[in-house]
């Protein structure tokens, strides 16, 4: 079955750094998304990325979708201590409903 | 805006009985999913509903059934229950004709004692 791998798996960094979370799937993607979860709460839609190549700005953060529909990356500009959660990458393969999720990068921000 | 409603939000059970979780999705969403998110873990999907047939299947147990009723709400059935499904079971919604995301209800946090 589909596969998807989403690394590094925590990452703490200073508030004002950058960060970056990376998504591969062992299979072609006709899409992928991204989603945030905050502690304690439910998954939030981000973004919908579907052409290859893709690349899509919101504010302080930037979604890539790799040219061979693979791969995908979140990197997130001067942290900010709202950024805090979990970050997960979600693939859908060709004429699959049900989206499957990586196991989430956690973002742990120090002040 | 109208979300993605789930009930109850908590629930407490003895192993081997069951369980049911209701889900009512956003006003002209067609699609429905259900997903099982143990702690600090991924979601992981179950089962997949569109216009009330059944439309994709994941890794939902033998034990576990689910159904989309004629006001598109859907009900996760689970029986004999077992100490491994305690775990935060989220319903999704999305809808066919719209960009493809999913709206998440708040979850039914499912403790199996």
């Known amino acids: 079955g589909q596969q998807v791998m989403q690394i590094p798996q925590y990452q703490h960094v200073q508030e004002g750094e950058d960060f970056t979370t990376y998504c591969n799937s062992s299979?072609?993607?006709?899409?992928i998304q991204w989603y945030k979860q905050r502690p304690g709460g439910h998954p939030v839609f981000l973004i919908q990325?579907?052409?290859?190549?893709e690349v899509k700005k919101q504010k302080r953060l930037t979604f890539q979708f790799g040219e061979a529909k693979k791969n995908s990356s979140l990197h997130i500009t001067a942290t900010q201590t709202t950024d805090v959660g979990t970050y997960f990458c979600?693939?859908?393969?060709?004429?699959?409903?049900?989206?499957?999720f990586g196991k989430g990068t956690h973002l742990i921000i120090q002040p | 805006a109208a979300g993605v409603i789930q009930s109850p939000r908590h629930l407490i059970k003895e192993k081997r009985e069951t369980a049911t979780l209701k889900c009512y999705p956003i006003?002209?969403?067609?699609?429905v999913y259900w997903y099982q998110q143990g702690p600090g873990q991924d979601p992981q999907f179950l089962i997949s509903?569109?216009?009330?047939?059944?439309?994709d299947k994941g890794s939902i147990p033998d034990r576990f059934s689910a159904q989309q009723f004629s006001d598109y709400h859907s009900e996760l059935n689970m029986s004999s229950l077992e100490l491994g499904d305690s775990a935060l079971y989220f319903c999704?919604?999305?809808?066919?004709?719209?960009?493809?995301?999913?709206?998440f209800g708040s979850g039914t946090q499912l403790s199996v004692l």
């Open positions: 999704a919604s999305s809808s066919a004709a719209g960009d493809e995301k999913l709206f």
């Open positions: 299979t072609t993607l006709s899409n």
């Open positions: 990325l579907v052409k290859s190549g």
């Open positions: 979600a693939g859908r393969g060709g004429g699959a409903d049900g989206l499957t």
């Open positions: 006003p002209r969403h067609d699609t």
């Open positions: 509903f569109y216009e009330k047939m059944q439309s």
